[in-house]
């Protein structure tokens, strides 16, 4: 059973900034990418961004030039959010995908408020 375990979520004001990290239980070279979903309340959940094996990246335009995501060694995948907004409030989800497979993990709230 894959886990994929989220952290580093929490409250800070607009333009400030967060790290999220998803630890994996196997190796994120054994996926076809990882990447970065985000439900916000009432709403569906939409890709934030995406980094595939050969390391190829993907970036809803809603983030680009303020989010990015990135690897470390074999079991770590990040999410830095800069110049953060209210808009980005939701709930984060790590995912790994194979396949027609997709693994989730149990969310990180992210809230950006004054």
């Known amino acids: 059973q894959v886990q994929l375990v989220e952290s580093g979520g929490g409250l800070v004001q607009p333009g400030g900034s967060l790290r999220l990290s998803c630890a994996t239980s196997?190796?994120?070279?054994?996926?076809?990418?990882m990447g970065w979903y985000r439900q916000a309340s009432g709403k569906q959940r939409e890709l934030v961004a995406t980094?595939?094996?050969?390391?190829?990246t993907n970036y809803a335009d809603s983030v680009k030039g303020r989010f990015t995501i990135s690897r470390e060694g074999a079991n770590m995948v990040y999410l830095q959010m800069n110049n953060l907004e209210p808009k980005d409030t939701a709930v984060y989800y790590c995912?790994?995908?194979?396949?027609?497979?997709?693994?989730w993990g149990q969310g990180a709230q992210v809230a950006v408020s004054s």
């Open positions: 995912n790994a995908h194979l396949m027609s497979k997709n693994y």
């Open positions: 980094i595939t094996v050969g390391g190829s």
């Open positions: 196997e190796s994120i070279f054994n996926f076809n990418a």
